[in-house]
């Protein structure tokens, strides 16, 4: 009996195996699409700034130095020292100057009194009148000698050319310097001198006019600052190869130095077709060129695109799509060139 109800136990099972056997198993079908999100490219007419840096400074500068060489007798101010214009600043010792005046000025009364000697001697007919002339001439150079040595006392002293600050303190009292080397360097401290110096390449120039916006950011302050170019350089630095723009800020710190770092776009006037698109939207950048996907027929296009610049959450696209294109902005990442795609909102 026992057996009989086995055989029958394992006969059921048989033959509900062999029916689940023949049961058609459902395939379950798969949606291959990628669902992204788009949004349309925008054409505008845009600025493309011309992106810089520069040092804070004067317009009215100057390294002051002594017209002849000769030793120091003393420097008068220290770095930091505020400065009237006209003040005596420094001065070289005169010992040398002065017997070269001293000297100048007997080489004049001498020629002066030989003129007037040869001159008598003409009216009585004992002198030439080329000895006459000749005698002249040689006052006249006695005189302008003495012009010159006078003048180049004067400029064994150095004053103030403006009301400002000692930038630096080259050369101290006791030493030798040359005419013209450098001995202080001062910097105009009033508030409509200040300009920002930047260097442009040659391909930024070709853009500027003159009289451009511009917007300054220092690493000191937070807040940006706007201004404009004052003067734009009409040729190239022989050292750099760059070109010099001078930026004049419209409103100024309550505080400036001289060489304070500057960060400056300027908006030139001539404005560019453009296409805006987000940031996001953009893969693969390297440089100027970056990718963005398009939707095209429920496909996803890869296109190389140029980029002009970024600003905020923006990028502005100088070649690569039209204006209207569906851009893939998120999804992105999951697509290859020829993904099907499902636009969902």
Not at 61 to 86: C, N, P, T, W
Not at 93 to 122: G, S, V
Not at 205 to 231: C, H, M, N, R
Not at 263 to 288: F, N, R
Request: hydrophobic residues 40%; aromatic residues 6%.
């Amino acid at each position: 009996m026992k057996k009989t109800i086995k055989t029958s136990i394992i006969l059921a099972l048989l033959l509900a195996a062999l029916g689940a056997c023949k049961e058609e198993k459902k395939v379950e079908e798969t949606d291959s699409t990628i669902p992204v999100k788009i949004i349309s490219s925008a054409a505008l007419t845009q600025s493309q700034p011309v992106q810089t840096s520069g040092l804070l400074g004067s317009e009215n500068e100057a390294h002051l130095s002594f017209k002849i060489g000769g030793i120091i007798q003393a420097v008068l101010v220290k770095e930091g020292d505020r400065v009237r214009r006209g003040q005596l600043l420094a001065t070289l010792n005169a010992t040398e100057i002065a017997a070269q005046m001293a000297q100048a000025e007997e080489n004049f009364l001498k020629a002066k009194r030989d003129a007037q000697r040869t001159q008598n001697l003409f009216r009585d007919s004992v002198n030439t009148k080329e000895q006459l002339e000749n005698s002249l001439t040689s006052l006249n150079v006695a005189e302008k000698q003495l012009e010159i040595v006078r003048f180049n006392l004067l400029q064994a002293k150095i004053y103030a050319t403006t009301d400002g600050v000692v930038i630096q303190k080259l050369q101290n009292a006791g030493e030798q310097v040359e005419g013209g080397t450098p001995v202080l360097f001062i910097s105009s401290t009033s508030n409509k001198d200040w300009v920002i110096k930047c260097g442009l390449t040659d391909k930024d120039w070709t853009k500027l006019k003159g009289g451009e916006k511009a917007e300054i950011v220092f690493d000191a302050y937070p807040q940006t600052f706007s201004g404009s170019i004052a003067t734009l350089s009409q040729g190239s630095d022989a050292g750099s190869g760059l070109y010099q723009a001078e930026i004049r800020l419209d409103k100024q710190p309550a505080k400036l130095a001289n060489g304070l770092f500057a960060k400056v776009s300027i908006y030139p006037k001539q404005k560019t077709e453009m296409i805006s698109v987000p940031m996001d939207a953009l893969i693969e950048g390297e440089s100027d060129s970056a990718f963005v996907f398009v939707a095209d027929n429920g496909k996803a296009l890869k296109k190389q695109v140029k980029i002009a610049f970024l600003e905020g959450e923006k990028a502005f696209i100088l070649s690569g799509v039209d204006a209207g294109a569906k851009i893939i902005r998120e999804g992105s990442a999951y697509l290859a060139d020829g993904s099907a795609i499902k636009i969902v909102q």
